[in-house]
């Protein structure tokens, strides 16, 4: 479900798909498409610290925190199910600090002393 895929990819296409719908139809449509049209990503991995999409932009409007399901990107409901959201550090309630993460350096929510060194200068 962590994925990233090109609009060429079988998914997203309407004569690959068994119920014959248009991918805005089902599931795939939930993906955030990019602001460079190249790809959509999954919405586990919009504003979780990492660039997917080659323009930034599933992390450049990532201000909030903590995170919430259904936020606006771009115009874009990221919509989660709740099997998405159970183990994701950065949609915790807790995670009302925002830091730039220690490896990207993009701006993440943290929960500071939970022991997860996220931060860049570990705030833990």
Known sequence: SDEVCSLEHDNFSKAKNPENKLYEETE???YFACEDGLVRIHPVLVCDGHDHCMDGSD????FECPRKNNMI???QVIHLKEEHIRNMQHLKPTAVF???HAFSLQPVCAT????????EGHFV
């Open 112 to 119: 500071l002393a939970d022991g997860n060194p996220e931060c």
């Open 98 to 100: 925002q830091c730039k």
């Open 59 to 62: 992390e450049n409007q990532c």
């Open 73 to 75: 990107v771009h115009n």
């Open 28 to 30: 795939l449509g939930n």
